[in-house]
């Protein structure tokens, strides 16, 4: 008797399993529906912080870049002589920055703001921010062309490519550093004192060793400079004892025309401060460095 009450409690008629086996089924779906619902605001939630955190994390970067540029002293510089870091300081992504230097690679220069921006891509605010910084060789902006030297020592010089107008008289040409004042002087444009401050900076030199050297004469404009290089030219280059850049003192390289003592002196602590130069490229970092006669210094020192 007492068996069959307590089977009685759990036996359920059709309609009874039917009722039982539907609110089951419910509270499946309720469940179901509250984890979709209550998931799906999550991962959107958590996508969009991902994005976010993206984001921000780009924005930090070109803050820190800013502060960096703007906590550091720009000065003019030749962009064909940016190096990583240098780059990096300037705001340039690393993608900008080795397109560079495959266009470097291949012997190649960049001589206006245009084209320094047609080989990186970058974008134009930050052309515009860094324009103004940029320091070309003045024969480039003179509608003059560049080329790399191909023989001896000036193999890795760029050498000036005159124009059809300033070809060189066949016959006539004569060795630029045997030239004399009096004889610089029939060049028109060149008179006493030019002449005169030719030869002193040829002499200070130990003679010239490439033809764009005759640029840097104080006072020689470009038109100049291509009516003497039309009767002569650089024919016999001269011995130069090269300096050690990484035991040379201050004073030992203020010697050289180009470097005045106080760039002397930051190369000196430049060197000192990272156990020495193993790179002529890093010279462009210091402070009022010729960067654009880079070229030119190498050929007077050695590492």
Do not use: C
């Amino acid at each position: 008797m007492n068996r069959k009450s307590f089977k009685s409690h759990f036996k359920f008629n059709k309609q009874e399993r039917s009722g039982i086996f539907f609110l089951l089924l419910l509270i499946v779906i309720f469940q179901a529906v509250y984890f979709v619902v209550k998931s799906y605001p999550l991962s959107e939630k958590a996508n969009s912080l991902t994005v976010d955190e993206e984001y921000q994390a780009k924005i930090d970067e070109l803050r820190s870049r800013n502060q960096k540029r703007d906590s550091i002293s720009v000065f003019p510089f030749n962009p064909n002589f940016i190096t990583d870091y240098k780059g990096y300081i300037l705001g340039m992504s690393t993608e900008e920055i080795d397109r560079l230097h495959v266009f470097r690679a291949k012997e190649h220069f960049v001589n206006s703001a245009k084209e320094f921006q047609k080989v990186t891509l970058i974008s134009d605010s930050l052309l515009e921010s860094l324009r103004p910084y940029f320091k070309f060789p003045e024969w480039t902006q003179k509608g003059r062309k560049e080329t790399l030297g191909s023989t001896g020592s000036r193999s890795s010089m760029r050498s000036e490519t005159v124009s059809v107008d300033n070809a060189i008289k066949p016959g006539k040409v004569k060795d630029l550093n045997s030239a004399t004042a009096e004889e610089l002087r029939s060049v028109n444009g060149i008179g006493e004192k030019l002449s005169q401050r030719i030869v002193k900076f040829r002499d200070h030199l130990g003679g010239f060793l490439v033809e764009e050297q005759l640029s840097h004469v104080y006072g020689l404009e470009p038109e100049v400079v291509a009516r003497v290089l039309k009767d002569y030219r650089v024919l016999e280059s001269p011995a130069i004892s090269k300096i050690n850049i990484n035991q040379a003192s201050s004073r030992d390289l203020s010697k050289l025309v180009y470097i005045k003592y106080d760039v002397a002196a930051r190369i000196v602590a430049f060197r000192e401060a990272n156990g020495g130069i193993a790179s002529f490229d890093e010279l462009i970092e210091i402070e009022d460095f010729p960067s654009e006669k880079l070229d030119i210094i190498k050929l007077y020192l050695q590492l």
